[in-house]
Antibody
Framework: EVQLVESGGGLVKPGESMRLSCAAS????????MNWVRQAPGKGLEWVAT????????FYADSVTGRFTISRDNVNKSLYLEMTSLTGADTAVYYC????????????WGRGKLVTVSS | EIVLTQSPDFQSVTPKETVTITCRAS??????LHWYQQKPDQSPSLVMK???QSISGVPSRISGSGSGTDFALTINGFEVEDAATYYC?????????FGQGTKLEIK
């Protein structure tokens, strides 16, 4: 079964850092681009970051460029999001998603992890 | 940045009714438009890819159309299980963007 399971998240103070992880299973992880998409409470979906299968290419939304870093470990089939200088605007559920090239869309989603930035 | 504008923001739908959601892109994105369904307290799930290509396991009453800048998602014979928020998404160019969402509820 194709599955993505996020871990990490929780409450963090403004200006602090947090790392999210995502464990993948059931597919050839190293062949697929992986992404983080977030959703603020009661709001819509926002793409955050993408990393290519080999890990050499990364892309970020302007809202997180310079503060967030996406990375992956293809041996352990894991995706990460390192978040620094967090603000209240970063409060959201963060979803790990697969962007399958043959599909051209986010075809697999994790259940998401809530990150709350508050003093 | 490519802006996607959905219409309507909200619609109350009678069971068995046909409902159409539209998504307009701020520039030509070809067929690189996808639709997701999100039910309360659940993750989004892909229900249509590349404007009109169906997804395995998604009921055939859900269909998509369009190209370029104008797209639509149609549900023929709305069922209770279709009540959800629907988002369009473009993968034509980074930053990938989503529409603001359309919430469909049962009347």
């Amino acid at each position: 079964e194709v599955q993505l399971v996020e871990s990490g998240g929780g409450l963090v103070k403004p200006g602090e850092s947090m790392r999210l992880s995502c464990a993948a299973s059931g597919f050839m992880f190293s062949s697929e681009s992986m992404n983080w998409v977030r959703q603020a409470p009661g709001k819509g979906l926002e793409w955050v970051a993408t990393i290519a299968g080999g890990g050499l290419s990364t892309f970020y939304a302007d809202s997180v460029t310079g503060r967030f870093t996406i990375s992956r470990d293809n041996v352990n089939k894991s995706l990460y999001l390192e978040m620094t200088s967090l603000t209240g605007a970063d409060t959201a559920v963060y979803y790990c998603t697969r962007f399958a090239t043959r599909v051209g869309a986010f075809d697999v989603w994790g259940r998401g992890k809530l990150v709350t930035v508050s003093s | 940045e490519i802006v996607l504008t959905q219409s309507p923001d909200f619609q109350s739908v009678t069971p068995k009714e046909t409902v159409t959601i539209t998504c307009r892109a701020s520039e030509n994105i070809g067929f690189s438009l996808h639709w997701y369904q999100q039910k309360p307290d659940q993750s989004p799930s892909l229900v249509m890819k590349m404007a009109s290509q169906s997804i395995s396991g998604v009921p055939s009453r859900i269909s998509g159309s369009g190209s370029g800048t104008d797209f639509a998602l149609t549900i023929n014979g709305f069922e209770v299980e279709d009540a959800a928020t629907y988002y369009c998404h473009q993968s034509s160019d980074v930053p990938w963007t989503f529409g603001q969402g359309t919430k469909l509820e049962i009347k």
